[in-house]
């Protein structure tokens, strides 16, 4: 199997010129089963006119969207370029590879597996949900019952996952329609996973091939949170008891930015998440009618807990 990476990016010059350092060595000592696109979404700062010139070739490539097509859009096209004999590494344009992260990948892949996930060492428990078998010396995972999303931290980074395009070809048309859950990338793994079954993985240790990554909190009030507003839209993919499980544990974690955006440049999905979780019964739905009350306690507690450090501070501490 041949490996094709790609690497959306947008405004980010000096990360992408870092990344690039690293990344192009690796990708010339592999011509033959290496390729690679950058595509700019039509940043005003985005790629220097001079990465093309100095790294350009055969199979390296440079690209530039002719609008804005948003960050989603722009991800989803490395499905639309890939072929079906490659594995597709969707790679983020700031999460800077390790030295020998192409070769180490290279030795991975297999026709027989439906993707690679790089979540071993970040804390999930994946027990519930597969099987494990020895294959040429290589343990092998196995999704049962379809894929369970967890909610955590970092599993929706799209640099976590390769994808083996002569599975993942004939779902491309459902990233697209899940582009407004800001994970269209995971729907892809959804569908394939209810469709199929099951679906075999190899599971690798991420901090072998990223060293540098960014991260995204799915607990902070910031823009960065509007990433997983959408994801309650991903449970359509799953069998109904599990996606049950999933919108709830959802909530638990991200019920304070469920509402914080409520009125923000993403309202019309907040709606739509909203009418989602309130579809799934009683529960659910007191849960969303409690959210503001929620909030709004949950704000006057931090405020207390802010002055209550700044008292600390000017207090000195009585001595015998």
């Not at 343990?139 to 909610?151: A, F, R």
């Not at 955590?152 to 697209?176: D, H, Q, R, V």
């Not at 304070?256 to 579809?279: D, K, P, T």
Request: hydrophobic share 45%.
């Amino acid at each position: 199997m041949k490996l094709f990476i790609y690497i959306p990016t947008y405004n980010r010059p000096k990360e992408i010129r870092r990344q690039l350092e690293v990344l192009i060595p690796q990708v010339n000592k592999h011509k033959d089963r290496v390729r690679l696109i950058v595509n700019d979404n039509a940043s005003p700062n985005g790629i220097n006119d001079e990465l093309p010139f100095l790294y350009s070739s055969e199979n390296i490539i440079f690209m530039k969207n002719c609008g804005n097509i948003g960050g989603n859009g722009n991800i989803l096209l490395g499905f639309v370029f890939a072929r079906a004999d490659e594995f597709l590494w969707l790679l983020s344009d700031n999460d800077l590879v390790t030295e020998n992260a192409v070769e180490t990948l290279l030795h991975e892949l297999d026709e027989n597996i439906d993707f690679i996930s790089l979540n071993l060492d970040m804390g999930l428990d994946f027990s519930n949900v597969y099987k494990k078998t020895k294959k040429d010396s290589a343990m092998v995972y196995e999704w049962i019952d379809g894929w369970v999303l967890p909610v955590s931290e970092g599993i929706g980074l799209i640099s976590a996952c390769l994808y083996n395009m002569k599975t993942f070809s004939p779902y491309i048309a459902t990233a697209f329609y899940f582009h407004n859950s800001s994970f269209p990338h995971l729907a892809v793994l959804l569908a394939a996973a209810k469709d199929k079954g099951a679906l075999k993985f190899h599971l690798l240790s991420r901090h072998s091939f990223i060293i540098e990554e960014s991260f995204l909190s799915i607990f902070s009030v910031s823009d960065y949170s509007l990433s997983h507003l959408g994801m309650p839209l991903l449970s359509d993919l799953m069998p109904f008891k599990k996606s049950k499980i999933f919108l709830w544990g959802w909530l638990k974690h991200c019920w304070i930015m469920l509402f914080a955006h409520r009125n923000g440049a993403y309202y019309h999905v907040f709606r739509q998440s909203r009418a989602i979780i309130c579809s799934y019964g009683f529960k659910f739905k007191v849960f969303v009618f409690l959210l503001p009350f929620l909030f709004f306690n949950y704000s006057i507690f931090r405020f207390i807990k802010a002055g209550l450090k700044k008292i600390k501070k000017h207090v000195k501490p009585l001595t015998p």
